[in-house]
């Protein structure tokens, strides 16, 4: 199969989506596995395809999406887990290892990210509705419980499943969606744990990367 990997990337997107799109998630794990692969434009930018266009590519319109030789994909959880399979470094090889894993990488995107992009949604696209003001307290509050319990199973210095891997992209990533907030800032072990995994060479490509378009 052709081996090659193209990452799909909005062209441009308000300023306070940039460095939080999804497709940073990609770009990560295709950094750390060493794999190369291009960036494919879509909606502005030269060269970008039309979000009509891409609709045959993910079917919400969503970013990321992938090619991966003849593989076509969405869902940055399922890409990633693609890339981590292809390379050693994002995967244990031990079995019982690579579940929990796999089992972190459900917690992020689900337990962790469900409250998170929901109190991101209130902050960022309703937030003078009175509705939203109405229903913030109760999810932030829901948010700051899942963050302690998070915290709670961290280890000082360590990542979520012995060395870094695919879980901590995942998990970090969506820890990032909190920027506009101090709820990171209140746990400090967890404030350490995500500076530790954006500390890495390959996430600051990864972040550039998504950024350049922007020109910001
Ligand atoms: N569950 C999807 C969510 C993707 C998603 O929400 N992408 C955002 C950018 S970070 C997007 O494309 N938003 C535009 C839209 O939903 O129309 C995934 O993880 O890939």
Redesign the pocket.
Known sequence: MDNHFTCYA?GM?PPF?QG????L?VRWALEEAGLPYTVALVGVGEGAISLADYAAI?P?????ALEHGDLTM??????VLHIAEQSRVLLPTDAAARAHVQQWMFAA?NTI?VPI?ELAGIDLFYSGAAWAAEHRPAVEERVRQRLAQLTARLKDGEYLVGAFSAADILMSTVLRILRHTQLIEEQPRLLAYKQRCEARPAFARALEGQMAPFGT
Do not use: K
């Not at 969405?74 to 890409?79: C, N």
């Open positions: 909005f997107v989506a939080l799109v999804r497709d998630r993910q919400f319109g969503q970013i990321p969405f869902e940055s959880g399922a890409i995107l990210e992009q």
